[in-house]
């Protein structure tokens, strides 16, 4: 691997805090040069129990979290950090079947990549997640019934209640947000949402009905429709 070119420097903005969850040092530490090239700071551990201790005492901007990891896996890790945490995860995997896997479980990772993978597409899914998770221009807030979504704090929240998304969810429901009452597909939601991802379509199904299941927390699961054949919207009138 090559590292970035100093024209590419600086493209992810900078001096975000990165936890690196792996447990091969070769590829820790290439990943870590990675990022810090690109002026990220960085944390690194090597299994789930470190992993989580750290990110509970480092709070990171975003974590890259490897699934084969000794003791507690990357699903499990996953699973403990969303219980607690919306960050941004990138999950690293050596398999495609593990996608599917974490696809079916639906515990809610913002990016998924397959080992051996390119570093500027890592980069750019990286920047993509972090991106996603900064917020965009300040504006009136989306408003749909009892939902508010607002862009630019990166906040939505049903009658004042606050729903707690991940940047990806976030995101897919501000697409739909922003077009009350408009069918949108799968692929139009993926490219509003996972820019710089090759995410298939059902990716966008598990994260809205990770969407659905926390508007229903609030009473408001009724405002997102699928659309047999073409995708989701959100019902203008619920």
Do not use: C, W
Request: proline content about 5%; cysteine-free.
């Amino acid at each position: 691997m090559t590292p970035p070119s100093a024209s590419d420097r600086g493209k992810l903005g900078s001096m975000a805090l990165v936890l690196i969850v792996e447990d091969n040092p070769d590829i820790a530490d290439t990943l870590e040069l990675f990022l810090q090239s690109e002026t990220h700071r960085t944390e690194r551990a090597r299994d789930g129990n470190a992993a989580l201790t750290l990110f509970r005492a480092a709070q990171p901007d975003l974590v890259l979290l490897d699934i084969g990891l000794p003791g507690l896996d990357g699903l499990e890790v996953l699973k403990a950090i969303r219980a607690e945490s919306e960050v941004p995860v990138i999950m690293l995997t050596a398999r495609a079947e593990e996608v599917d896997e974490l696809l079916g479980l639906g515990l809610g990772a913002d990016d998924y990549i397959t080992k051996p993978y390119s570093p500027r597409k890592l980069m750019a899914r990286i920047r993509a997640a972090l991106r996603r998770s900064s917020g965009g221009e300040r504006h009136t807030p989306y408003r749909v019934g009892g939902l508010e979504v607002d862009t630019y704090q990166v906040r939505a929240s049903v009658e004042g209640e606050e729903l707690k998304l991940t940047p990806t969810e976030f995101n897919l429901l501000a697409k739909l947000a922003s077009a009350p009452g408009k069918a949108m597909s799968r692929a139009e939601l993926i490219e509003a949402a996972l820019p710089d991802s090759d995410a298939l379509d059902r990716v966008v199904d598990v994260h809205l009905k990770n969407v659905r299941r926390k508007l229903g927390e609030l009473g408001a699961d009724q405002l997102l429709e699928t659309v047999r054949g073409v995708g989701y919207r959100l019902r203008d009138h619920p």
